[in-house]
Nanobody, 124 residues
Framework: QVQLVESGGGLVQAGGSLRLSCAAS???????MGWFRQAAGKEREFVAA????????YYGDSVKGRFTISRDNAGNTVHLQMNSLNPEDTAVYYC??????????????????WGQGTQVTVSS
C-alpha cells in the first residue's frame, strides 16, 4: 500500500555531505521509516530510523554522530543528512517503512515496504 522513492544519491568526495530523501505515497502515519544500506560484498546494515508520531530516532553505530534522520511535518518524506562521509559509506541506500518501535527497528525483517535504492559513492 506504500510506495517509496529515494533520491539524492551520487558521487561525493571524502569529508563531504549528501542528503538523501525518500518520498512516500500512501498512508505513512504511524509507520516507522528507516534507512538501510548494503555495500558490495557486505551484509545489509541498519543506518537510521525515525518513529511516528513522536519522531524518536535511532542510529547504527557506524553512522552515529555523522548522519541525521528527519521527516517532514506531514510524514510523507524522510531525509537522511550524511556528513563527514568516507569511502566506507559507499553503498546502495534503501528507504523502508514498518510498524517497528524501539530496538526492533534495527532489524530489516521488521519493515514491510522498501524503495528501489539509491547509490552513494564516496571517493578518497
Amino acid at each position: 500500500q506504500v510506495q517509496l522513492v529515494e533520491s539524492g544519491g551520487g558521487l561525493v568526495q571524502a569529508g563531504g555531505s549528501l542528503r538523501l530523501s525518500c518520498a512516500a505515497s500512501g498512508r505513512t502515519s504511524g509507520y516507522t521509516m528507516g534507512w538501510f544500506r548494503q555495500a558490495a560484498g557486505k551484509e545489509r546494515e541498519f543506518v537510521a530510523a525515525i518513529t511516528s508520531p513522536n519522531s524518536i530516532t535511532y542510529y547504527g553505530d557506524s553512522v552515529k554522530g555523522r548522519f541525521t534522520i528527519s521527516r517532514d511535518n506531514a510524514g510523507n518524506t524522510v531525509h537522511l543528512q550524511m556528513n563527514s562521509l568516507n569511502p566506507e559509506d559507499t553503498a546502495v541506500y534503501y528507504c523502508a517503512t514498518g510498524y517497528c518501535a524501539g530496538y526492533s527497528c534495527y532489524g530489516s525483517h521488521n519493515y514491510d515496504y522498501w524503495g528501489q535504492g539509491t547509490q552513494v559513492t564516496v571517493s578518497s
